[in-house]
C-alpha cells in the first residue's frame, strides 16, 4: 500500500522559512514524478511544483518561483519543500504527491498524502 505521509508545517511569520518533508513509503520512488499541491481556505487546489522523472528539472508555480524549491531523494524515499520569503498568500494545507512517470495534466495524481496545514501570519 503506497502511502505519502508530509511534516514541517505550522506557523511562520511573513517573511519567514519553513522547510516541508514527505515520506513516501510501499513503492519505489525512482519511477514517480513528484509534486506538491496546496489549498488555501475558500480556494480550489493549485499545483505548487512537480518534478519529473525522465526530465529532473522542476516546474513551479508562478506565484512562488524564486521562493520555494523542491527536491526529492529517492533513496530516502523523501520528498521536500523547501519555502522561503513566505507570504500571509502562502496559507494552505499543502499536500505531497506523485504519479507514475511522469508530471500530470492539471492535479491529476495517482497517489496524495494527507496534508500539513502552513500558516503565514504576524
Not at 513528484?34 to 513551479?60: F, H, I, L, M
Not at 494545507?93 to 495517482?110: E, F, N, R, S
Request: with cysteine; hydrophobic share 30%.
Amino acid at each position: 500500500q503506497v502511502q505519502l505521509v508530509e511534516s514541517g508545517g505550522g506557523l511562520v511569520q511573513p517573511g519567514g522559512s519553513l522547510l516541508l518533508s514527505c515520506v513516501v513509503s510501499g513503492t519505489i520512488l525512482d519511477y514517480f514524478a513528484v509534486g506538491w499541491v496546496r489549498q488555501a481556505p475558500g480556494k480550489e487546489r493549485e499545483g505548487v511544483s512537480c518534478t519529473g522523472v525522465s526530465d529532473p528539472s522542476t516546474n513551479y508555480e508562478d506565484s512562488v518561483k524564486g521562493r520555494f524549491t523542491a527536491s526529492r531523494d529517492n533513496a530516502k524515499k523523501m520528498v521536500y519543500l523547501h519555502m522561503d520569503r513566505l507570504k500571509p498568500e502562502d496559507t494552505a494545507v499543502y499536500y505531497c504527491a506523485i504519479k507514475a512517470y511522469a508530471c500530470p495534466d492539471g492535479l491529476w495524481y495517482d497517489y496524495t498524502g494527507q496534508g500539513t496545514q502552513v500558516t503565514v501570519s504576524s
